[in-house]
């Protein structure tokens, strides 16, 4: 289900019955054998307003990682208009996995899994504490919701592409991206959900909400 905007903030809900993402000739379950857990993890996520910024739906989830998984998609976006190159700042996914019986890596039966994908300015790029800085807004952002995590674990990645016009450099971009993955203390993952959507909108260039621009001044 997608969101509807309301006052200048987004609305995330996620559908009332959710298919199970693999087929039940191999873990043996259907939409009713749906464990409780899960299920509240899910109603943790729903009802939460993002801004107007971030525009965020729900998308199929992976298939081959847990028995059970839901995920989310995000554009970071000024216009407020999904897909619009002019105010495109960057883009996020969130997945939540459950395996009741725990997986070794995990610590746990719960596993978050998240990506964000933003261009920086060209200073920034070259920056070689880029990598540090990067992975510090995501810390951040979980210590500043209270999100209690432990197994963290990830990787920060910067790519240039440059475009040329026969024998010249005629622009340069730089990416940077974030994967990471952790394991919520709980079912609750409601602070990570909104840990990931503050993180997402830093790495994506976006001020505070309380923030006014110099040049808005």
């Not at 000739?25 to 509240?40: E, K, Q």
């Not at 009802?47 to 059970?68: L, N, V, Y």
């Not at 899994?113 to 807004?137: F, K, Q, R």
């Amino acid at each position: 289900m997608i969101p509807q905007a309301g006052r200048g903030r987004n609305r995330a809900s996620l559908p009332a019955r959710l298919r199970a993402p693999h087929s039940t000739s191999r873990y043996g379950a259907s939409v009713t054998d749906v464990p409780p857990l899960f299920l509240a993890s899910l109603d943790s996520m729903r009802d939460h307003a993002f801004r107007r910024e971030f525009r965020i739906q729900e998308i199929p989830a992976p298939k081959r990682i847990a028995p059970w998984a839901a995920a989310l998609a995000a554009e970071i976006n000024t216009t407020g208009a999904p897909l619009d190159p002019d105010g495109y700042l960057g883009e996020a996914r969130f997945v939540l996995l459950y395996d009741p019986d725990g997986q070794p890596a995990w610590n746990g039966s719960f596993r978050i899994v998240c990506h964000v994908s933003a261009p920086v300015e060209t200073e920034l790029g070259d920056d070689p504490l880029l990598g540090e800085v990067a992975w510090s807004w995501l810390t951040d952002a979980l210590d500043a919701h209270g999100a209690n995590y432990h197994s963290l674990n990830g990787t920060v990645t910067r790519q240039m592409d440059e475009t040329f016009r026969g024998l010249h450099l005629d622009d340069s971009r730089v990416t940077v991206e974030v994967r990471a993955s952790w394991s919520p203390h709980s079912e609750d993952v409601s602070d990570h959900l909104d840990a990931w959507a503050e993180f997402a909108c830093t790495a994506s260039g976006l001020n505070p909400p309380s923030v006014t621009p110099l040049d808005r001044l």
